[in-house]
């Protein structure tokens, strides 16, 4: 059989399925909403079996995904439809995630009480908790990186994620690392902020001026292969 004729066994069973509910029903509004989810459905289905089968692998196909809803006896049934962001040939968004640089302006050992801005450093089975509060007003926000690269540090075998800025945003980096290093602990460190998670807290001795940094985790070692990996893919659209 042709692409255009083979589609899998799975997506038209549900696809038939769904017409005969809906001849059944009569045929009302929800019901042609049904039947135009299930053809959405199968004419993915085929796309992404063609793509396979000519080399492509895992393209840029868009996939409706359909949660269940229950209701009750005798109402009609219905489907919420999520629509995933659009992809590019790689399955990125095509948007990296922003990062936030914040001076620390204060480290307790707790974890931050709800609604007082702080970020929270969760205790491990050999640190306590930590409550970590920083200067959004004098730090760098929406900071979009050009290119972060998941890696085994040299010194001690831990993953990290190595960071490259713009040259913009270099000069500012330059500006704030310099503005902090001469004050004492914790107020030396900034904290890495990427969706509203703390992801590092570095402190610094002497202006960076070359525009790289490492992403750590918030204590060393906190970083496995697999999140220093997803990490790296979410802050560089380009992998």
Not at 137 to 147: K, L, P
Not at 173 to 187: D, K, M, N, Q, V
Not at 200 to 211: D, F, H, K, L, N
Request: a neutral charge.
């Amino acid at each position: 059989m042709n692409g255009s004729t083979e589609h899998p066994l799975h997506e038209t069973l549900l696809h038939d399925a769904l017409h005969a509910h809906v001849r059944e029903s009569g045929g009302d509004a929800a019901g042609a909403s049904l039947v135009g989810l299930a053809d959405g459905a199968l004419r993915v289905a085929r796309r992404r079996q063609w793509l396979a089968r000519t080399g492509v692998g895992v393209a840029a196909v868009a996939v409706v995904a359909t949660a269940w809803v229950t209701v009750a006896d005798g109402a009609t049934p219905r489907a919420h439809v999520v629509q995933p962001a659009a992809v590019d040939g790689t399955g990125n968004t095509g948007k990296a995630a922003p990062v936030s640089l914040l001076p620390v302006t204060s480290s307790t050992e707790q974890a931050c009480t709800e609604g007082s801005g702080g970020y929270t450093v969760h205790a491990t089975a050999n640190q306590p908790a930590f409550c970590v509060r920083a200067d959004r007003a004098r730090g760098m926000t929406d900071v979009r990186v050009t290119s972060a690269k998941a890696e085994k540090s040299t010194t001690d075998g831990t993953w990290q994620v190595e960071v490259t800025l713009s040259p913009a945003d270099r000069t500012r980096f330059a500006a704030l690392t310099g503005s902090i290093a001469g004050a004492p602990a914790p107020r030396n460190g900034f904290a890495i902020i990427i969706d509203g998670k703390l992801w590092g807290r570095p402190s610094v001795a002497s202006s960076i001026t070359g525009g790289r940094f490492e992403i750590v985790g918030a204590y060393v070692g906190d970083l496995t292969s697999a999140t220093a990996h997803d990490l790296a893919h979410r802050l560089d659209p380009g992998k």
